[in-house]
């Protein structure tokens, strides 16, 4: 059986002001104060897993052992069936030291080519660890279809290039408040919450 969550206070171990915006809206109802790895100048784990589900129990682990805090990670990007499930683990990677997007998705149209399959999905693997070294992790998917050139400012890395199955809308074109209630993350987060919230 999970471990309930019922401290006031959680780290969100994540530089990403994009991930923290979107999880912490995610959290607002349960009423825990969210402070980012950024914010509290804790350093960034080197990512050594080859899964997302391992990537994001070492950056928990890391903020809540430096933080004395229980820590919440997330680790996702985007799987591309004609790259062989590539970006993935690499999807942040693939944005380069500056963390440019624009680049990363400028990579994912070349490395396609002329290929035609355009499926891909988003993963998104969250970890919540305690200072005491126990950690739940869940794992949410949400498949759908590359789009060039890209469209819409919205949402945050490969966002503008991917229409979620049954939608005509990139995530990046679509009102935040839709992408959150369906998206990868939003998966994953609803499993989080029903075994350690509810």
């Given at each position: 059986?999970?471990?309930?969550?019922?401290?006031p206070?959680?780290?969100?171990?994540?530089?990403n002001?994009g991930?923290?915006v979107?999880i912490?809206?995610?959290l607002?109802?349960?009423?825990?104060e969210?402070?980012?790895?950024?914010?509290?100048g804790l350093?960034e784990?080197?990512e050594?897993?080859?899964?997302?589900?391992?990537?994001?129990?070492?950056?928990?682990?890391?903020a809540?052992?430096?933080s004395?805090?229980?820590?919440?990670?997330?680790?996702?990007?985007?799987?591309v069936?004609a790259?062989?499930?590539?970006?993935?683990?690499?999807?942040?990677r693939?944005a380069?030291?500056?963390?440019?997007?624009?680049h990363?998705?400028?990579?994912?149209?070349e490395?396609?080519?002329?290929?035609p399959?355009?499926?891909a999905?988003?993963?998104?693997?969250?970890?919540l660890?305690?200072?005491?070294?126990?950690d739940?992790?869940f794992l949410?998917?949400?498949?759908?279809?590359?789009?060039?050139?890209?469209s819409?400012g919205?949402?945050?890395?490969y966002?503008?290039i991917?229409?979620p199955?049954g939608?005509?809308?990139t995530?990046?074109?679509?009102?935040?408040?839709q992408k959150?209630?369906?998206s990868?993350?939003?998966?994953?987060?609803?499993?989080?919450?029903a075994?350690?919230?509810?």
């Open positions: 059986m999970a471990r309930k969550f019922d401290e206070k959680l780290v969100l171990a994540t530089h002001p991930k923290v979107e912490a809206a995610l607002k109802p349960y009423n825990v969210v402070v980012s790895a950024g914010e509290l350093p784990p080197e050594t897993e080859t899964t997302f589900e391992g990537n994001a129990q070492l950056k928990a682990r890391a809540a052992e430096a004395g805090l229980p820590a919440l990670s997330d680790d996702s990007g985007l799987s069936k790259l062989d499930g590539a970006p993935g683990i690499y999807s942040a693939w380069g030291p500056d963390k440019d997007f624009g990363a998705m400028d990579r994912v149209r490395e396609l080519g002329e290929n399959n355009r499926e999905m988003f993963v998104c693997a969250l970890t660890a305690w200072p005491d070294g126990h739940e992790t949410g998917t949400i498949t759908g279809a590359l789009k060039f050139p890209p819409g919205r949402g945050f890395g966002d503008p991917f229409v199955t939608f005509s809308q995530f990046g074109e679509m009102d935040p408040d959150h209630a369906m990868h993350r939003a998966h994953a987060f609803e499993q989080l919450v075994a350690c919230f509810d």
